[in-house]
């Protein structure tokens, strides 16, 4: 852990943009993380940004409060995790660029407002994390990503929605069609894209991939981790996380909750082998999921997380423990040997697989 300001209201004096600070959790400047909350992209890493958009909803609007409401909950996440000892910051220049300017009372201005603030950003090399903001903004951000790294993207979407409903107006504003314009419009392949946690019908799923939540339960996120980057492959992938994706009984602020979802237990585990940036941003999930388990806030948003980055999480002991996930209960303790178990985190630093543990998810 390195410290590089004095102590309090960091997001507007550190120096460095990696390492943490000494921060007040109740008060002080707020900023995701406590980062620098600048518009200086200069050899920024990850660019943190919000979209207060809520006027594409169809039940229960709120999520322009997103943003705001995660740097607020955020404060608690400058330091290293557990059990690692490090955290993104250590590795990774972070910083909060602040949000996208929105007009709600011109929402014919809002699609160009999100691409052009999203390509100022890609545009600097940096890597875009989107905190929303209803679901209608990621096909504007797609857009913008697509127009950097190429079309069609690969997808990766966790919802109870799938958000493929046919919708033929060009000036609609809809957060339940974007993926069904994103696919007309060739922005992403559906063939090499995946749907995790799905559990609302829809006649035409357009050629998703498609892990619904009963899938998922029955073979668990390991299984669900696996499929879907075989699905993906080496493309280029853009991955998207509505919060709805969780049971209801998580994240019962959700505008259009569904029964039936995943439990949001953290998860630490092992570091994803396909990307080097993937355990810091492994680690902002897990955090931010716990977040949901314990800030009750009346709307949380999605998280979009950049392209060729994946976040998956494996089902950790104490969440195992205190909260099996529905319809599965709680597998037999571990027995692998070292070189076979998931928790190489927990080998790396004991020599040995951690058997008093449970895992829940079948590998
Ligand atoms: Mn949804």
Known sequence: MSTTVTPGDSALTRTSLKGYGKENTFAGVLSFMRRKYTKDLTGVDVAVSGVPLDIATTNRP???????????????LNWPMYPWGFGPCDRLSVIDYGDCWLDPHMPQTVFESIVQHARTILASGATLLTLGGDHYITLPLLYAHAEKFGKPLSLIHFDAHSDTWADDDVHSLNHGTMFYKAIKQGLIDP?????????????????????????????????????????????????????????????????TPVSGGRSPQ????????????????????????????????????????PPRCFAFSRNNVAGAARVPPRGQGLAPR??????????????????????????????
């Open 62 to 76: 709120g999520a322009r409060l997103g943003p705001a409401a995660i740097r607020a909950a955020a404060v608690d």
């Open 191 to 255: 063939r090499s894209s995946v749907q995790i946690g799905i559990r609302t019908w829809n006649e035409d799923f357009l050629g998703m991939n498609v892990l619904g939540a009963d899938w998922v339960h029955a073979n668990g996120t390991g299984a669900a981790s696996a499929k879907a980057l075989d699905i993906v492959g080496d493309r280029p992938v853009y991955l998207t996380f509505d919060i709805d994706c969780l049971d209801p009984a998580y994240a019962p602020g959700t505008g």
């Open 266 to 305: 953290p998860s630490p585990s092992r570091s994803c082998a396909h990307c080097s940036r993937c355990t810091s941003l492994e680690w902002m999930s897990s955090k931010l999921r716990r977040l949901m388990t314990t800030v009750p806030l009346p709307r949380w948003p999605r998280l979009i997380l």
């Open 334 to 363: 571990c027995t692998r040997r070292p070189d076979d178990c998931i928790n190489t985190r927990m080998m790396d630093r004991r020599g040995a697989c951690d058997n008093r543990g449970i895992h829940t998810a079948p590998l």
